[in-house]
């Protein structure tokens, strides 16, 4: 009963660093989500991906790049640090919209 | 454009209280739309969920939702509030056209008093 696993859980970056987030689903879903979280902002897409071999921007996507790399993997990839990018992040999946989504247990990313 | 609104960015009650999270979407579409609750340091969990069916939607721990059209609504109730209920709950929107992407409100806190 894994369902949506992310690493890592927590990680502090200096500006300028590079540093990937990953992600992994168990549910043979087709779409995977990548969101972050800022105290009273709710949670603000970065990139989706709607099927395994296509990505597409989200509302905030500049700074970040992704990969799915196949139909469970899809990974977040910070290549210059910012503090702005201090955040949780957030992937996730869903089979269908009616389903919902379901979450993974977050990224809690600092840069200093 | 779809988006969803939260009325309230907090909220109090005592324990045994009834609770009530507001949440009203703006949609050219008939919408489907969620709850979603999360624990601090925690990832988000499906309260309940409306997608056309009975506008009455039963969720999980006591919760509940009714969708309005005429309001445009579809507020978060609760008879009996625990402490357990603490947390941050998110309303959110489907945002049509293929993509399945949500749009979330941002977020409203509750917390439970003794």
């Known amino acids: 009963n894994a369902g949506v696993t992310q690493t890592p859980k927590f990680q502090v970056l200096k500006t300028g660093q590079s540093m990937t987030l990953q992600c992994a689903q168990d549910?043979?879903?087709?779409?995977m989500y990548w969101y972050r979280q800022d105290p009273g902002m709710g949670l603000r897409l970065i990139y989706y991906?709607?099927?395994?071999?296509?990505?597409d921007k989200g509302e905030v996507p500049n700074g970040y790049n992704v990969s799915r790399l196949n139909k469970r993997e899809f990974s977040l990839r910070l290549e210059s640090a910012a503090p702005s990018q201090t955040s949780v992040y957030f992937c996730?999946?869903?089979?269908?919209?009616?389903?919902?989504?379901?979450f993974g247990s977050g990224t809690r990313l600092t840069v200093v | 454009a779809q988006s969803v609104t939260q009325l309230d960015s907090h909220v109090s009650v005592s324990e045994g209280t009834p609770v009530l999270l507001r949440c009203n979407y703006s949609?050219?579409?008939?919408?489907?739309l969620f709850w979603y609750v999360q624990h601090p340091n925690k990832g988000l969990q499906l309260l309940l969920k409306?997608?056309?069916?009975?506008?009455l939607v039963k969720g999980i721990n006591g919760f509940e939702a009714e969708f309005k059209k005429s309001e445009t609504s579809f507020h978060l109730t609760k008879p009996s509030a625990h402490m357990s209920d603490a947390a941050e709950y998110f309303c959110?929107?489907?945002?049509?056209?293929?993509?399945?992407?949500?749009?979330f409100g941002k977020g409203t806190k509750l917390t439970v008093n003794p």
């Open positions: 996730a999946s869903t089979v269908s919209q009616n389903y919902g989504y379901t």
């Open positions: 549910m043979n879903h087709n779409s």
């Open positions: 991906s709607a099927s395994e071999g296509t990505t």
């Open positions: 949609s050219s579409y008939s919408p489907s």
């Open positions: 409306y997608t056309s069916a009975a506008t």
């Open positions: 959110v929107v489907i945002l049509q056209g293929g993509s399945e992407k949500l749009v």
